[in-house]
């Protein structure tokens, strides 16, 4: 693959890793904030952190050259 390829997808690989990271924040946030969710608040908070961690692996780890 060509230089300019692999940069794009580096760049994409990070943009899509920082969502992740965002929309995983605003659920963890949402979930512990509401009080709606009863007994399920610790499930929806732990699927949340698996999103924010996707996110996180995204952002840190380098794409193979």
């Known amino acids: 693959m060509s230089e300019t390829g692999s940069f794009w997808i580096s760049l994409a690989e990070k943009f ?31 699927l949340s952190m698996i999103v924010v961690v996707a996110g996180v692996f995204l952002i840190v780890v380098k794409p193979p050259e």
Request: net charge neutral; aromatic share 20%; hydrophobic share 65%.
């Open 16 to 46: 899509f890793g920082l969502i992740l990271l965002i929309i995983g924040a605003m659920l963890i946030y949402f979930t512990l904030s509401s009080s709606a969710l009863g007994v399920f608040t610790g499930l929806f908070g732990f």
